[in-house]
């Protein structure tokens, strides 16, 4: 019996450590993302403290706008780097404590590349969203589809820039709304992107969604 006990404790314990933390973002909010009485407004900010967990973790965006720059910066994107990273939208933002609790038809979470003008493409996102694994990391590690990108709709991203590159890495000219890419490395890039709608973005060539070389998606 005492074994037993001791057994329960430890698995209690271990799924207690691989729990994965969520953090939570509202477009009106100031916190540090740790509630929905505590949200944070920055999405990236969010991306990058879970990305930092060993274990990664769940972003839980409430409906609204947000924007990839805040100093309308067509080279500023959100920027995903790491397996195990969930970003979910559609929720109203007040008392969801599941997933199967938001609506994203209703509670509408949009990703916009929208950042100078209103409304004029000529100074929008270059990207609104690139997923590649961290070019400054030691060892470059696959992201698989234990990401995922889960209820947003993303709109007015604008790769219009011809054949220039952003610090040679990311061309400014394919990708509007998602740019994939392995460097051109045999690395696997497979995020899951799930319940996403893509809405008036545009590009020099290839389209809203660009995956480079060995990268691949998957959409569902």
């Known amino acids: ?25 509202k477009e009106t909010s100031s916190g540090d993302g740790s509630s929905w009485n505590n949200a944070s407004n920055d999405l990236q900010a969010m991306i990058d403290a879970v990305s ?16 990839p720059s805040k100093t309308n910066n067509r080279d500023d994107f959100f920027r995903i780097k790491a397996n195990n990273i969930k970003l979910y939208g559609g929720f109203e933002g007040t008392t969801e404590t599941s997933i199967s609790q938001r ?5 509408k979470t949009i990703l916009s590349g929208d950042i100078g ?17 961290d070019e400054n990391a030691s060892v470059h590690n696959p992201i698989d589809n234990s990401t995922v990108i889960d209820g947003f709709e ?14 040679g890495l990311y061309p400014r000219f394919s990708g509007s709304a998602v740019f994939i890419t392995s460097w051109g490395e045999e690395v696997n890039i497979t995020p899951t992107i799930s319940n996403c709608t893509f809405i008036n973005n545009r590009a020099f060539q ?8 060995a ?3 998957s959409n569902g």
């Open 1 to 25: 019996m005492k074994k037993t006990v001791l057994l329960a404790l430890a698995l209690i314990a271990m799924q207690g450590l691989m729990a994965q933390t969520i953090r939570y973002v």
């Open 52 to 67: 930092a967990d060993p274990n990664g973790g769940e972003v839980w965006v409430a409906q609204g706008t947000y924007y």
């Open 103 to 107: 609506d994203i038809v209703n509670n």
């Open 117 to 133: 003008t209103a409304n004029n493409l000529t100074d929008n996102s270059y990207h609104i969203m690139a997923i590649a694994y």
């Open 154 to 167: 993303f709109t007015s991203g604008n790769a219009n820039s011809g054949s220039v590159t952003n610090d």
């Open 206 to 213: 290839s389209g809203a969604i660009y995956c480079d070389a």
């Open 215 to 217: 990268a691949t998606s």
